[in-house]
């Protein structure tokens, strides 16, 4: 037996989350069935299966990492025949017998916000890069997620803002996330952007004795970019690579139709 890790893409919209859930489709479930086609396992109950993360319905994903032990070769291109075309193995590494996936030393998770978001027309992008500033170190961070939460405190590595035409990307590196941190940082600093939210306030929601409640962004604008490990290295394959790029454009064209024509709805009842 040897364990190994591996690197899985996928497009979150038709998911019902990552973990596997009885009667529904999740990327958990459509891998553990590809790994037991091809012939990798039997049962999942008995190959020391282990996630990296349990990304949320809608949420989607470049980089996240599960690993199992397996007495067979692993090929990525016989998984990836198994998978539907909206889930991809991209990346393989051998790991010692004993890795666990979720204590990684870096996620790097990317959020994008499009304009629609932006309610003011006095809309300040230089506040939330200030803003974003104040997220940076080790907060506690239990008013951006369930106030049941062990322990809240996180380090927040990096957070930087962009904004290309209509799209404001905000990327979050840290060693750990709690559940909806993200989102609920983005919606923050979103507010914040919009004149909502006064920066000296964000310094009152790292206080654990005030409960701050705070809507966290939509799930699907989210991406889980990538985890790394100290140490690591996995090696890519340029074929599945392409093979989910295939599957992101059709996708693309199809809301962009779908898009088109709901606007066109919008436009011709409104005249």
Not at 228 to 252: H, V, W
């Amino acid at each position: 037996m040897r364990r190994v890790a591996l690197k899985v893409a996928y497009v979150g919209s038709d998911f019902y989350g990552f973990q596997r859930q009885p009667n529904l489709r999740t990327v958990e479930g459509e891998i553990i069935d590809a790994l037991k086609k091809v012939g990798l396992i039997e049962q999942v109950e008995n190959c020391s299966y282990r996630i990296a993360g349990r990304t949320d319905r809608g949420v989607h994903a470049l980089g996240n990492v599960f690993s199992f032990l397996t007495e067979e070769e692993v090929i990525l291109n016989q998984i990836n025949d198994a998978l539907p075309k909206d889930i991809k193995i991209l990346g393989q590494a051998k790991v010692p017998y004993g890795f666990k996936p979720r204590f990684a030393e870096n996620r790097h998770y990317r959020y994008l916000i499009v304009d629609q978001y932006i309610e003011n027309p006095d809309f300040n992008l230089e506040r939330m890069i200030l803003a974003s500033e104040i997220f940076k170190g080790t907060h506690n961070f239990k008013n951006f997620s369930k106030r049941s939460e062990r322990n809240p405190l996180r380090t927040v590595k990096q957070v930087s803002i962009q904004k290309n035409r209509d799209v404001i990307t905000v990327d979050v590196e840290g060693e750990s996330f709690l559940w909806n941190m993200v989102r609920k940082m983005v919606a923050v600093l979103l507010n914040i952007g919009n004149g909502d939210l006064d920066l000296k306030e964000i310094q009152e929601y790292f206080d654990p004795e005030k409960q701050v409640s705070i809507k966290p962004m939509p799930p699907e604008g989210l991406i889980l970019m990538d985890i790394t490990y100290s140490g690591l290295q996995f090696k890519y394959d340029l074929y599945a690579k392409k093979k989910f790029i295939s599957c992101l454009m059709e996708k693309c064209i199809y809301q962009k139709t779908i898009a088109a024509i709901e606007e066109d709805m919008i436009r011709i009842l409104m005249d």
